[in-house]
């Protein structure tokens, strides 16, 4: 058995959850906040057998899309400076992270 943690944008879950559930993956949902922009994001946990490991990563590598977003830097309190722009800048944001651990034992009651 493998634990897989996946990290992924809440733009992606819903779908991402749907799709899981129609291949008959059980999935705990869990909010969490992280990343660059400390952005919402969806830790999705799931106990997987190795045969259907490639499976559950290719659902998620075709669910969850990287896409660009401007963001405005924000300047420090202390480094702010008269006459100073601060212009968008383009960053990745999206995709999934994801974490595959052995699992030593697993009890379902």
Do not use: H, W
Not at 78 to 93: A, L, R
Request: glycine content about 12%; aromatic content about 4%.
């Amino acid at each position: 058995m493998k634990l897989l943690l996946a990290v992924v944008q809440d733009a992606d879950s819903a779908g991402l959850m749907r799709r899981l559930s129609e291949q008959g993956f059980e999935v705990t949902k869990l909010a969490s906040t992280g990343g660059f922009l400390r952005e919402g994001n969806t830790t999705l946990m799931m106990g997987v057998p190795p045969e259907r490991l490639g499976l559950l990563k290719d659902i998620i590598a075709q669910s969850c899309r990287t896409r660009s977003r401007l963001v405005t830097p924000s300047v420090p309190m202390g480094e702010q400076g008269e006459g100073v722009v601060s212009t968008p800048v383009e960053v990745p944001v999206g995709g999934a992270v994801m974490f595959v651990l052995d699992v030593a034992e697993f009890v379902k009651f």
